[in-house]
């Protein structure tokens, strides 16, 4: 992971320490890009169907999800 630049490794100390080498958001939008174009065609939309369907979401989550859509929606026009 170090070569791929995902990690970087501090090397002056005996034991290797390791840390991220980009953010958490970084990382969690390659992931579901990734996971978006392998799993689902590129489908936004299945995407967010599988998830659903995988496991039931909160109230809470369903109406932020719902804020985050308008938001989108309205920066789409």
């Not at 970084?26 to 599988?50: H, M, N, P, Y």
């Not at 979401?57 to 929606?73: F, Q």
Request: charged content about 35%; proline content about 1%; cysteine-free.
């Amino acid at each position: 992971m170090a070569e791929k630049g995902l990690v970087r490794r501090d090397e002056t100390q005996r034991a290797h320490i390791y840390e991220a080498a980009r953010p958490r958001e970084w990382t969690q939008g390659q992931l579901a890009g990734d996971v978006l174009d392998r799993a689902f065609s590129g489908s936004a939309k299945e995407l967010l169907i599988g998830a659903l369907s995988a496991r039931k979401a909160s109230k809470r989550e369903l109406a932020g999800l719902r804020a985050l859509l308008d938001e989108y929606h309205k920066g789409a026009k």
